[in-house]
């Protein structure tokens, strides 16, 4: 389900490692057409663009970020069980490397 997006205020409340690790991640909008053209005309990806940019941008609100939240809309008794009788032989899976930070 769509929320409305974070507002400036709410980006700015973000900790600092979760704005770079979006901004980093996007930049907040699709590409316009001249701009896709360009970047595939001169092979740029838009390395110009420095991700403090795209954080202050949030900022300022001129760029926003899309908000998606989870509703419940049953829950699986018999499958909960199931995983709480298989979870003491579980063995979870070594940690991957962060990709962003």
């Not at 389900?1 to 980006?11: F, G, I, R, S, V």
């Not at 390395?47 to 760029?63: K, N, P, W, Y």
């Not at 908000?67 to 063995?91: H, M, R």
Request: hydrophobic share 35%; net charge neutral.
């Amino acid at each position: 389900m769509q929320a409305p997006p974070l507002t400036k205020e709410e980006w700015a409340n973000q900790k600092p490692k979760v704005c770079r690790a979006w901004a980093k991640h996007e930049l907040g909008r699709e590409p316009t057409v001249f701009e896709l053209n360009r970047a595939l005309k001169t092979r740029s990806e838009y390395t110009h663009i420095m991700t403090d940019q795209v954080s202050e941008a949030f900022l300022r609100g001129e760029e926003t970020m899309a908000v998606y939240t989870l509703q419940c809309v049953g829950y699986d008794v018999v499958f909960q069980l199931n995983l709480a009788e298989k979870s003491p032989v579980w063995i979870p899976p070594p940690p991957k490397p962060k990709g962003f930070g």
